[in-house]
């Protein structure tokens, strides 16, 4: 027996889970902004430039040496083809290479920079200790997402951006904060929401030994071709900054830059809905990831394409009061990167369904796709417009991601291309039904319990 409503994820619990996320992943962005702004306030420009080259360097290096672990983790234990230990297991062997690969890059730096390298990056020789400790960060967080234990993954997110902003303030109140001791601070940020999370998955989860070849091998690999199309993407996200700086000036960059980040904020509605969704799908066959990714991606598409058009009414004002006046000129560049922004949220959607299908080097080859069409745009928009034609050459690239990905949604599940996009009337029970589902959760909001037969109240 199987009816709409039954074949569709539960409103209440899927939608209490994405507005935790939602929640989180705030939280933890307004904790890392008072981070950042604490660092430039002691640091000065160059301070903070440096610390900011050591963080990308390292967040370079884990995207590379991690292999993709992670992601690999999230899918095979939610699929049940592994349990947490023996892919914790999986993740130590990736740990223990990523160190070795890391201290030799680091070996190699220094023999050829010198002193340089440290004026550049501070204390680089911490990479050795951070990317591992990322690696196994996010080892963790990838089990307990795989688990569906969402509330305990939201409280290692909002934990690791807190240790670092209290380590900051506890160093320059104490010893005063300086480049190394920054980057120090950082770097042992990982550790505590690392430990917090395995205790939260508890002993039975601890890795016992190195895993065999064959455990390993389909790991690694679908692990490698999931976090292809994470850099490709990132890719995408930021290369177009460069070729600004290339064509036009500094200043554009940053008019760019603020563009930039006000329309990704749109984005923490799809990526909160993604989480939850790429999890919950991976876990479930084919015939309810078909019927189900459709659904989830129309409406989320609709919802952010409700917070585009109120973003972009009320950016002429709102920019110029934020940042000031000298940011008039980003109004324009950030209204131009709405269209896109609101196609990529659909693109994160389908992109978690092909994900699901155990089928990560699809995406991969759409979002090499994209970053083409982008770049190609850039080179002639950029010269003729400026940073407007940056911002449409990114919306240009975010559409035909949507494009693509929608074309191999239909080729993989049979559905339809109108269905994944077109809000139906219908949609309109699921938003009651999830109102009601979360009021219900409200104390206030539930009666209290009737008296027994004894004539007592609980």
């Not at 997402?145 to 380590?167: H, I, K, P, S």
């Not at 904020?265 to 993604?274: D, H, L, Y």
């Not at 990167?337 to 990529?344: K, R, W, Y």
């Not at 069409?373 to 050459?393: F, M, R, W």
Request: overall charge neutral; some cysteine.
């Amino acid at each position: 027996m199987s009816s709409e409503s039954e074949s569709r994820p539960a409103a209440g619990g899927f939608l209490f889970n994405v507005n935790s996320v939602f929640i989180s992943t705030v939280v933890a962005y307004g904790i890392s902004f008072l981070a950042a702004v604490l660092l430039a306030r002691v640091l000065g420009p160059e301070g903070r430039g440096v610390t900011a080259l050591y963080q990308q360097a390292v967040g370079f290096g884990f995207a590379l040496a991690s292999l993709g672990i992670a992601s690999a983790i999230v899918y095979f234990v939610a699929r049940r083809d592994l349990t947490s230990r023996e892919a914790l297991e999986s993740g130590l062997s990736v740990t223990i290479a990523a160190t070795a690969l890391t201290a030799a890059i680091v070996g190699i730096a220094a023999l050829l920079a010198g002193e340089s390298i440290h004026a550049a990056a501070g204390p680089y020789w911490l990479a050795v200790l951070t990317v591992p400790a990322i690696i196994q960060f996010r080892l963790v967080e990838g089990c307990l997402r795989a688990q569906e234990r969402f509330g305990a993954m939201n409280v290692l997110e909002v934990l690791l951006t807190l240790a670092a902003l209290v380590g900051f303030v506890l160093v320059e109140l104490t010893i005063g904060l300086t480049v190394g001791r920054a980057i120090a601070v950082w770097s042992a940020s990982f550790l505590p929401p690392t430990v917090l999370g395995y205790v939260l998955l508890g002993t039975s989860a601890l890795p016992r030994r190195l895993p065999s070849f064959t455990t390993l091998r389909p790991t690694v690999r679908f692990g490698f071709e999931a976090q292809l199309g994470n850099l490709l993407q990132a890719l995408n996200y930021r290369l177009d900054s460069y070729l600004v700086l290339a064509f036009v000036n500094t200043a554009g960059v940053g008019l760019y830059a603020v563009g930039v980040q006000l329309s990704e904020g749109m984005w923490f509605i799809a990526n909160s809905v993604a989480v939850v969704f790429q999890t919950n799908l991976t876990a479930r066959d084919d015939e309810y990831a078909a019927r189900n990714a459709p659904i989830v991606c129309r409406n989320t598409i609709l919802v952010t394409a409700l917070a585009a058009i109120a973003a972009g009414a009320v950016s002429p004002f709102v920019v110029p009061l934020v940042f000031g006046s000298d940011f008039d000129d980003a109004v324009l560049p950030f209204v131009l990167l709405l269209p896109g922004t609101v196609a990529l949220a659909g693109t994160k959607i389908l992109a978690a369904y092909v994900f699901s299908r155990g089928r990560p080097l699809i995406n991969a080859v759409i979002a090499f796709a994209a970053l083409v069409v982008t770049v190609v745009a850039d080179l002639i928009l950029i010269p003729l417009l400026e940073v407007e034609g940056a911002a449409i050459g990114a919306s240009l690239g975010y559409t035909l991601s949507l494009a693509l990905t929608v074309m191999a949604f239909r080729a993989l599940s049979g559905g339809s291309i109108a269905d994944a996009l077109l809000p139906r009337p219908a949609d309109a029970a699921l938003y009651v039904d999830a109102v009601r589902s979360l009021a219900a959760r409200l104390p206030l909001t539930r009666r209290p319990a009737g008296p027994d037969a004894s004539g007592r109240r609980p």
